[in-house]
């Protein structure tokens, strides 16, 4: 490319007041079913789905949509169990989509398309099958007001392990792990272990992301590994990329995680 030549991007994270809005030249068209890659050409199938039957299906419903297309399509998990009409039509909505979009090179910055609102992307993102609950009430029947509530504490209770404090700063996201009246090392591992189980699901859920910091009950330097060993397991099914940095010379942990959304205190803000 030129100088002045137009590009298109994609908004590929959230950014805090006064920081710039990470994009990324990997434009994507997600949808529930189908991801069309303007940029990576070539049918794909997600690895999830093994049945050989149910992929073959898969992608004749993808060609048949994306015939003539100069574009990427990949089938997600999904799939698996939706009505094939359901299918074609998702396809098909991206594919337009993608079209319409990347065939605007007007030379000014301007947004072309709005992402997804957040339950449009929860939606979007949960491979399960699942049911819409639209009836009014519906958060205090199914203990939605209470889930929120809770998020909104810092304190988290790790039953008879302690409790976790997370509570994000301007500058980091500090975790606090306590053992209660227990000071013992046995007691102070068994505390650690607890919350690394619990720390992925604690900062998806408050939409938190950045650099985070651990300061964690003292326990001796031999039981690191078990705890890294629980935090890389507990991570691993998270889909926002984390790099677990590790230990500082004062003898806290540190991560490194993508800001993928909008925190949940500025949401309900």
Known sequence: MRPGDALHVQVSGYAEPGKAIPVTPRVLFKSRHAIVTPEAPGLNVSRRIRDDDIRDTLLEIAHDVMDGVDMGLILRSSCAEADPEAEAADI????????????????????????????????????????????????????????????????????????????????????????????????????????????????????????????????????????????????????????LAGWTPLGLYELQRKRSRMPLSEVLT
């Open 92 to 243: 098909a909505d991206m594919r337009d989509l993608a079209r319409a979009v990347m065939s605007d090179k007007g030379a000014q910055a301007d947004r072309l398309v709005d992402g997804d609102d957040p339950w449009q992307r929860a939606w979007r993102d949960w491979p399960a099958s699942a049911e819409v609950i639209e009836t009014p009430g519906a958060f205090a029947t199914h203990g939605v007001e209470a889930q929120i509530a809770a998020a909104r504490q810092p304190r988290i209770a790790l039953g008879s392990f302690g409790t976790m404090y997370v509570e994000p700063t301007r500058a980091l996201v500090a975790v606090d792990v306590n053992t209660g009246a227990d000071g013992s090392f046995a007691a102070g591992l068994k505390a650690n272990l607890a919350p690394a189980r619990a720390l992925p699901r604690a900062l998806r859920v408050r939409g938190l992301g950045g650099q985070i910091t651990l300061d964690l009950a003292p326990m001796p330097k031999k039981d690191r590994r078990n705890f890294e060993s629980a935090l890389r397991g507990a991570f691993r099914g998270d889909d926002v990329d984390t790099v």
